[in-house]
């Protein structure tokens, strides 16, 4: 008598291995130029962002910056599989994703320069600012989601956070939550390898973190996250699901931080530098033009327009940054309450006097 009462299973998928070689079928909407060439821009675009973010920080005139080195795939491939009124509910390496859905690069240098009103989105008003403590931004999703619910609005909330996130108790309780509840809400891994200076395998000793979807009950499966082909079919079909009422699921993206953890980090601190040296062949960028080209769809004089033309867009965000006056002290009193209670009116008021 077989007494097992549980059985589950990971799977894993990936279309585009890192020479850009095709590995099983890649779904029919993925094999038209018009959608491959969009997630290639958006690529090359996050990481001509990421670049400049750097340099800006490496030149004492941005903030500390996490950059997306390696991960852009992840951040295009969610984002690009959700619908406009969709809910993005984004940790601080999701340039990628934010860019896709409408914010602009100078919203995102303003943000990462201290100023708030980066987070005040001209495009994608409802979607969330970036969430810097580890992990607490998934029961907000939980909680989104099942106001969408309740509404009965044709919405999904999608939330992504860090491998080192899934040890998090806020991270299991928005799973087990959305689990109970059947909420329109995908959790997405960004399975990265390290937690600034942990690595995976001190993280947790479950074979997959796609498997913590299990215990709410609810679906998980990895993906390569470097494909970014991999990401867009997976992580839609767990939002087309979520809209069809059907629930939460759980999607781990395996890839790899290529730079240090933010630009307050020093990797060679405690990884082995052949370490990023080894994963650079697997990057996401490189893999889709291999096959694009392959494919005949992308030529030399279409790369050399690109890089022009999102330098040409980053520079002047840059440049439009640089230009913004700062803003005055007290404003760091303005953005939390809608009304602000006493005893910050008062600290408010004893700045402005200082100020004078
Ligand atoms: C609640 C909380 N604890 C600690 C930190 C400091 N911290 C910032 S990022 C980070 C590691 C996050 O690792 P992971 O979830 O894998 O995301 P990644 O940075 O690799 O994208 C830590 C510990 C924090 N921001 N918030
Ligand atoms: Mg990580």
Redesign the pocket.
């Known amino acids: 008598m077989d007494d097992t009462v549980a059985r589950f299973e990971i799977g894993y998928t990936r279309y585009l291995d890192p020479n850009g070689e095709t590995v099983g079928e890649i779904p029919e909407f993925l094999r038209d130029p018009l959608v491959l060439k969009a997630l290639y821009r958006a690529l090359v675009r996050t990481r001509t962002f990421d670049a400049k973010a750097v340099a800006l920080q490496r030149t004492g005139r941005l903030g500390t910056y ?1 950059s997306s080195l390696g ?1 852009e795939a992840v951040s295009v491939g969610t984002a690009a599989a959700m619908q406009d009124a969709d809910l993005l509910v984004p ?3 999701e340039h990628g994703a934010q860019l896709w859905r409408g914010v602009t690069p100078l919203e995102l240098f303003l943000y990462w320069g201290g100023d708030e009103r980066g987070s005040d989105f001209a495009g994608p008003r409802q979607d969330f600012p970036v969430c ?5 931004h998934a029961p907000h999703a939980a909680g989104a989601a099942l106001a969408f619910k309740l509404r009965r609005e044709p919405r999904v909330a999608v939330c992504v ?6 040890s ?1 108790g806020d991270v299991a309780e928005a799973m087990n939550f959305a689990g109970v509840w059947c909420l329109p809400v995908v959790f997405v891994v ?7 200076s ?1 690595p995976r395998r001190q ?1 947790t000793a479950a074979a997959t973190l796609a498997q913590k979807a299990v215990a709410a009950g609810v679906p998980g499966g990895q993906v390569d996250g470097n494909d970014v082909l991999a990401v867009r079919s997976q992580v839609g079909l767990a939002i087309e699901r979520a809209r069809a009422g059907q629930g939460a699921s759980v999607v781990e993206a395996l890839t790899y ?1 290529l730079g240090d ?2 630009t307050a980090d020093d990797a060679s601190r405690y990884r082995d530098d052949a370490e990023p040296t080894r994963h650079w062949p697997d990057e996401p960028v490189l893999r889709l033009r291999r096959y694009l080209t392959a494919k005949g769809m992308w030529m030399k004089s279409d790369e050399e327009h690109l890089l022009q033309e999102t330098s040409n867009e980053i520079d002047a965000a840059a440049t439009a940054y640089l230009a913004t006056p700062v803003q005055d002290r007290h404003t760091i009193f303005d953005y939390t309450f809608a009304k602000l209670p006493a005893d910050l009116v008062s600290q408010r008021l004893a700045l402005f006097a200082r100020s004078k």
Request: cysteine-free.
């Open positions: 996490a991960q940790s601080f390496r810097v403590p580890v992990g607490s956070f860090g491998d080192g996130a899934t998090k960004s399975n990265n390898q390290w937690a600034i942990v993280q931080r953890h933010t």
